[in-house]
């Protein structure tokens, strides 16, 4: 059998499936939105705690809870954290199979470091692992040669890795990419890439021509980075949405770049260096503020 519904009838059945109070949304007009505008970046200020003089502070400094371990190179110090001492330290011949330790953070009685042939190209790099108890190297992998430039850092991002590659404007540069090309991976932990970040404009403006020399998640799961030179901390968060890293932050601190490490008890404290006296630094960093609507933490 055939049943003919009329259109009065059929009108009356689709009234019943709509809920009660239902409406029809706005629906955006095609151009009635500008053009993005980033958002207005915290200026703040850190705070110096202690300062060590240390001759190996050239290129950056890791921390645990007794140690520091400031690194140039080839070569690794370590010292006391209560008393400054000097009590050992690694070497090996300078520009050979360690060319460009440029980075260490410390984990379970290991120093992690980032390591590359920076100023040579084409550039390849590679993780080195040393015992922080007897200062020997342990193990070493090599990724070989990167399109995404020479490791510069790397940090543990949950079970994996996020790290930091940098390319130059100039010196150790390839003349088909420049500082621009500086980015963020993350590897897994056999270090197969997974994915990554585009640095923002305003940060890579301030550290041209060079990168971040430095980088580590925060205790806020923020992601804090310093450039070559400059008396200047760049804090950046995930994007909501997009490849490009949201620049929410800039702290002023008596550090010339390079890289540095947190303290390891999460108070938002880190170990960095100044170069040009030889000096380690204990700062005290300050509180990012509320985060616009388009960034998250990395955790």
Known sequence: MIRHISLSGALACLSAVILPGAVAQDIPELGSLENYVPPA??????????????PEADQGVAVDDEFFYPVDNSTIGKYRRDT????????????????????CYARDEQLWCANSNYSLTP???SMEVFDAETMEHSHSWSLGLMEEGSLTWFD???SDRIAGFAH????GGLDYKASEFSGVVVFDNEWRRKGGWQMPASVIERMAPYAASGGAIGPDGLLYLLGHDLPEMYVVARPTMGPVLVHVATIALEAEGQAFSFVPNNSG???????RFGLVRHIA???????????????
């Open 41 to 54: 970046v915290q200026h703040l200020t850190a705070e110096t705690l202690r300062v060590y003089e240390a």
């Open 156 to 158: 543990d991002f949950g």
């Open 269 to 275: 404290e880190i170990f960095a260096i100044d170069r």
């Open 285 to 299: 960093l300050p509180a990012i503020g509320e985060l616009p609507n388009e960034a998250m933490p990395f955790n």
């Open 123 to 125: 550039m390849s790099s």
């Open 84 to 103: 400054g001492e000097l009590v050992d330290r690694f070497m090996t011949a300078p520009r050979g199979l360690l060319r460009h330790m440029n980075s």
């Open 168 to 171: 130059y404007s100039g010196n």
